[in-house]
């Protein structure tokens, strides 16, 4: 029987809505058997994720989705197999959160020039105290009426060029791919398919990622099409790169995802996890 694998999810350590130790018992009820936690720019909800999988059957595998500046465009790095204790990774990932809480206020004060009361408030809330991001305020919104629902705030208040955006200052695809290999881990392109690139320019992000010592591309996504994860699969095999595969989950809010509901890996693409099963890196918090 095969694996059913997720590399990719979120807690409400970032974004997600469910605690760590919901998404692991979820996953385990869906019958996951590696599933990696990479909340954006915050380890924070692994301790407790590892605790929660010790005593079930799932192999839990500590990440991080690092926010990354390239070429003026954002661009996610998963991390997998990261020890979280790592001095460098950390320093790197709190400069990231520091800025994530100025921008939140800068995104509150502009909201409030656009008529919108509170928004930095409400969204902090929401965040309950832990990492602040652009989703929290989204769910602000859409429960304040401002529009219907996430994916029509993005568009409306919190994108370039909307009364709501600041721009990013994240990490360099240096320093990401730095970060995670210092913390003994692989990196991976998460969700090629979702940047607004030209084809040439998605391969001139995976040629520095390649040339940097960048390991994977996340061939198969729960936010891409299956001609998205096969075009990705032909760029997999052309860099030489490994294939990963996740969900993107970030809770029960966006049923059009789901913990373990990911396509199989294409044909000609070696599965990052392959030679992770000889040497389980399930760690003991
Ligand atoms: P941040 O890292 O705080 O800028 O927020 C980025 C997060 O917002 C992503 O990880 C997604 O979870 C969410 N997001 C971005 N764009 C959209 C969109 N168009 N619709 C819904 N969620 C989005
Ligand atoms: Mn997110
Ligand atoms: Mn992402
Ligand atoms: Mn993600």
Redesign the pocket.
């Known amino acids: 029987m095969s694996l059913i694998v997720d590399l990719h999810s979120?807690s409400t350590a970032s974004?997600g809505t469910l605690s760590p130790t919901d998404l692991v018992n979820q996953a385990s009820t869906a019958g996951v058997d590696m599933l990696a936690l990479t909340d954006?720019?915050t380890t924070t909800g692994i301790v407790e994720a590892v605790m929660t999988a010790d005593p079930l059957d799932l192999m839990l595998i500590p990440g991080i989705e690092v926010?990354v500046t390239w070429n003026a465009h954002?661009v996610?790095i998963v991390g997998l197999g990261i020890d979280i204790e790592n001095r460098q990774l950390q320093e790197g990932l709190k400069a990231l959160c520091e800025f994530?809480d100025w921008r939140a206020v800068q995104i509150g004060d502009r909201l409030a020039q656009a008529g919108i009361e509170g928004a930095y408030e409400g969204a902090k809330a929401l965040s309950n105290g832990r990492l602040?991001?652009?989703?929290h305020f989204?769910r602000f919104l859409v429960e304040k009426g401002h529009a219907p629902d996430?994916?029509r705030v993005?568009?409306r208040f919190?994108?370039h060029g909307k009364p709501g955006h600041v721009a990013?200052r994240w990490a360099s695809l240096e320093d990401a791919v730095t970060w995670i290999h210092g913390a003994g881990g692989q990196a991976v392109i998460a969700h090629p398919a979702r940047y607004p690139f030209t084809r040439t320019k998605l391969r001139r992000l995976i040629a520095e990622f390649k040339e940097i010592g960048g390991e994977a591309l996340e061939v198969v996504s729960g936010s891409q099409s299956s001609d998205e994860n096969q075009t990705m699969a032909r760029h997999a095999r052309d860099f030489e790169l490994l294939g990963s595969a996740g969900s993107d989950y970030?809770g029960p809010e966006s049923p059009w995802t789901g913990l373990g509901r990911v396509s199989p890996m294409p044909d000609g693409v070696t599965p990052i996890w392959q030679s992770w099963q000889d040497q389980p890196q399930i760690q003991s918090a």
């Open positions: 979120h974004d954006h720019d926010s954002v996610h994530r602040i991001s652009r989703s989204a996430v994916r993005f568009k919190l994108t990013g970030h």
